[in-house]
């Protein structure tokens, strides 16, 4: 998506060519997250659709090459109300600015959310299927 239509939950800016991006796109009505690394992108997508007005879960996790938890070398998934509903797989390492952004609720101050962020939780480990699933 393009930041114009997007609304942005979390945004992790390294460089043009290396970010992350958790949002709910208005064209599709779905969360979506991206991997942007080394400069290829691939984004995966919920199969539930938000409803307003109502509070909901998203987790998403992406692994490095230390291969967490038995998974592979940059895989990627998208929990909505603790649910498994998309998972992919990022085409290459992503490569850290010395200086980078971490945003919620907005891209650089551009593609505001349209909601409430009720509670943040970030780790540096990745989460099993197990943790991703248990209520917070």
């Not at 984004?43 to 038995?70: C, M």
């Not at 850290?96 to 919620?104: G, H, I, K």
């Amino acid at each position: 998506g393009t930041l114009a239509q997007d609304r942005t939950i979390a945004y992790a800016y390294h460089d043009a060519s290396n970010f992350a991006h958790l949002y709910y796109d208005n064209a599709s009505t779905k969360i979506k997250f991206l991997i942007r690394a080394g400069g290829s992108s691939v984004t995966i997508t919920s199969t539930s659709t938000p409803v307003s007005g109502t509070f909901f879960q998203v987790g998403v996790f992406w692994t490095g090459t230390n291969l967490e938890n038995g998974l592979p070398a940059y895989s990627m998934a998208l929990y909505f109300n603790r649910a498994l509903e998309a998972s992919g797989t990022a085409s290459a390492a992503m490569t850290e600015a010395a200086s980078s952004n971490l945003d919620f609720g907005s891209a650089a101050g551009s593609s505001q959310l349209r909601g409430v962020i009720r509670k943040i939780h970030s780790f540096q480990d990745v989460f099993t299927h197990t943790e991703m699933t248990r209520p917070i």
